[in-house]
């Protein structure tokens, strides 16, 4: 079994290596090929991570209507027009002043709460790759990730062959790839959902997130691992709705020193809260009538 495993899997590698060796020389001795696509590869770079309902304008409409006040006491606001104005993108500065929110409500859901998932950063991280792909896009491509990375460790430890940490975790990001590859190439058959504009990036972040999610589970069984998953996906589309609603992506723009030191005043309160959480509370809620 493990020979035939070997085989196949050089065999795979083989040919995937020509195929890539093939295409590479005639982009190369085409110089037309090789433009078209150089060009192509530079708009889909520059289309990556931009969400789907794209509202930049009515961004740049409330911003412009706002007066900055004075430098002193508003220096990121005057920072974000300069920014705006030297071409970076509204979008990226509005993800990445709502990315310590995000942090804080993911946080505040779990110390607070009581739900688990996988860190802060997973969810986060998910939820941006939400943003980018699209709701059902994003939530279909995670959970064929978390599925065939599942699948796959299972499947090598059928066959026992003692492979250490990284190697093994090599060849879980070899299935998934493979695995989101094939989804790709059905893209032109899914009707329900449009994979067609999915940018590379975001697939790229799900891909690599996979390690992480197969890293977690490790030593975990089956059901914990679920509810787990359950938990992060609960998490990371509750973290979609605060990035993608328009009202907190404008509250944000014109206050961000409001919103940063407001952010950083609650996770230090927060971090100060050592008693239960609410899902404990109902847990022992006889325990503590008593």
């Known amino acids: 079994m493990r020979s035939i495993f070997l085989g196949t899997l050089g065999a795979v590698l083989a040919i995937s290596l020509i195929g890539f060796s093939a295409r590479a020389f005639a982009l190369s001795s085409n110089p037309i090929t090789k433009q078209v696509a150089t060009e192509s590869a530079v708009a889909a770079f520059r289309n990556t991570l931009r969400s789907p309902g794209d509202n930049s304008e009515k961004l740049y409409s409330v911003l412009k209507g706002q007066n ?15 920014a705006v104005s030297s071409g970076i993108s509204i979008e990226t500065i509005v993800l990445l002043l709502l990315l310590p929110v995000v942090a804080l409500f993911i946080s505040a859901v779990r110390h607070l709460v009581g739900l688990r998932g996988f860190g802060i950063f997973f969810p986060a991280a998910l939820s941006v790759v939400l ?10 491509l995670f959970l064929v990730i978390v599925l065939v990375s ?16 990284l190697p093994r975790m090599a060849l879980i990001l ?3 790839s493979l695995s ?11 009707t329900q959902v449009n994979l067609k504009d999915v940018s590379i990036f975001p697939v790229l972040i799900l891909v690599l997130l996979s390690e992480e999610f197969t890293r977690v589970q490790l030593g975990k069984n089956i059901e914990v691992a679920i509810s787990l998953t359950s938990e992060t996906l609960m998490l990371a589309i509750l973290s979609f709705a605060i990035l993608s609603y328009p009202a907190m992506q404008e509250l944000t723009l014109l206050n961000p020193e409001y919103v940063l030191i407001g952010v950083l005043i609650l996770s230090w309160f927060m971090g100060r809260y050592t008693g239960l959480r609410l899902l404990e509370i109902w847990r022992f809620r006889k325990l503590l009538k008593n």
Do not use: C, D, Q
Request: aromatic share 10%; no cysteine.
């Open 180 to 190: 989101v590859l094939g989804l790709l190439f059905a893209a032109p058959y899914i």
């Open 174 to 176: 070899w299935a998934v």
């Open 150 to 165: 599942t699948l796959f460790r299972l499947f090598l430890r059928r066959l026992r062959l003692k492979l250490s940490y």
């Open 68 to 82: 900055p006040g004075i430098l002193l006491a508003n220096p990121v606001k005057h920072a974000i027009r300069n």
């Open 131 to 140: 943003l980018a792909t699209g709701l059902i896009a994003g939530i279909g």
